[in-house]
């Protein structure tokens, strides 16, 4: 019985010996991952509604306006304002609680060939969802885990999520933004208003959080490509925005404009 005892007491000494060896071959990694990521000022996560109540062409507008974002002046000044480091992007679309799909992965964007790069990657992704819920606790849940290990650190984290209705599948908005605040990751969101017209309060009460969170708005899905625009320019600079009186030709959506407020 001693020598079955010391014999247990042997494998058990050798086990825990092989799990601390494995744990400390693990965060060896994974510090040395980290060592090697690339530096950007901020990491982005795009999340784009494909829900059933989003058509198909409301989907390619809301595309085809993402795309034209990082096509436009405006927005690659932003990026180089920001500093040699640039920014990191990737396209998340999300509907229902089982679906979220990686359109575009991790882009780096430091230049106008970068941003226009990242905006041929965009224009192509195909629509990977039209599912009937509106899941937006699950898509934020989904793209908390995506900022780790991804090959960059930034010096700021965000989740940009557009959509055009409230939370009806999934775990709660609210719990799951407490979660990504947590983490250091800031929530805004792009409201667009044609079915709700206060969906941005919606917003505001359980979707957005973190560092200098805010919500934006689009009229409808034809103004969403001049909201997206403002809305990235805020995000790039980490700037706060002032408001003046909408200009009927262009849409509440630009009412917006960047100011040298600290």
């Known amino acids: ?65 993402l795309a034209e974002a990082f096509r436009n002046e405006a927005v690659v000044a932003a990026v180089r304002a920001a500093g040699d480091h640039g920014i990191a992007v990737l396209l998340l679309q999300w509907s229902d609680r089982a679906e979220q799909t990686v359109a575009v992965d991790w882009t780096a964007v ?23 819920g509106t899941a937006i606790g699950r898509a934020l849940e989904t793209a908390i885990p995506l900022f780790r290990m991804n090959g960059f650190e930034g010096d700021r984290k965000v989740i940009d999520l557009s959509g055009d209705g409230v939370d009806n599948r999934g ?32 917003y505001e009460r359980n979707v957005i959080g973190g560092t200098g969170a805010f919500v934006m708005t ?8 001049v909201a997206i625009v403002r809305k990235l320019i805020r995000e790039i600079s980490d700037q706060p925005l002032a408001e ?19």
């Open 218 to 225: 689009a009229v409808d899905y034809r103004d969403f490509a």
């Open 1 to 65: 019985m001693m020598q079955e005892s010391t014999r247990n007491k042997r494998i058990g000494s050798l086990r825990a010996g092989v799990v601390g060896a494995l744990a400390l071959i693990s965060l060896t990694l994974e510090t040395s991952k980290v060592a090697r990521a690339e530096r950007v000022q901020l990491e982005l996560v795009l999340a784009l509604d494909a829900s059933l109540s989003v058509s198909d062409e409301e989907f390619a507008l809301q595309l085809h306006g």
């Open 110 to 132: 430091r230049d106008a060939v970068g941003a226009r790069a990242l905006a041929e990657k965009i224009a192509q992704a195909p629509r990977a969802h039209s599912g009937a």
């Open 171 to 202: 775990p709660l908005p609210d719990k799951i933004r407490r979660i990504a605040v947590a983490a250091g990751i800031t929530v805004n969101a792009l409201a667009i208003l044609n079915e709700n017209r206060f969906l941005d309060r919606y």
């Open 244 to 262: 003046r009186p909408p200009d009927p030709g262009i849409g509440l959506a630009a009412a917006y404009l960047p100011t040298s407020e600290p």
